[in-house]
């Protein structure tokens, strides 16, 4: 059974950090691009970071350059994403995305994790 749960979403004031982990199993962890997703209320779902099965080859979104790391542990099948400087705009449901490098129409979601920036 494919799983992709996504822990860390949390309450902090803007200017805050924290990082994010996506858990996944039931698939080979190692042979998937992983990406880093999020959607806030009333917005389309937006790309914010992609990495390559060897953590070589490194995307993030042009909003938030600067301010995001994206890493992962094929030993323990775990992406993370790294945020800093937040700001009330980053609020949103953060969701991680596994597709295989095999078959690109093959791809799995998770169900999100909120992170809301409020003074």
């Known amino acids: 059974q494919v799983q992709l749960v996504e822990f860390g979403g949390v309450l902090l004031q803007p200017g805050g950090s924290l990082t994010l982990s996506c858990a996944a199993s039931?698939?080979?962890?190692?042979?998937?691009?992983m990406s880093w997703y999020r959607q806030a209320p009333g917005k389309e779902r937006e790309l914010v970071a992609a990495?390559?099965?060897?953590?070589?080859?490194?995307h993030y979104a042009d909003s938030m350059k600067g301010h995001l790391a994206i890493s992962r542990d094929n030993a323990k099948s775990t992406v993370f994403l790294q945020m800093s400087s937040l700001k009330p705009e980053d609020t949103a449901v953060y969701y991680c995305?596994?597709?295989?490098?095999?078959?690109?129409?093959?791809?799995?979601w998770g169900q999100g994790t909120q992170v809301t920036v409020s003074s």
């Open positions: 995305k596994a597709v295989s490098l095999s078959e690109t129409s093959r791809y799995y």
């Open positions: 990495i390559n099965p060897g953590g070589t080859s490194i």
């Open positions: 039931g698939f080979t962890f190692s042979q998937h691009v």
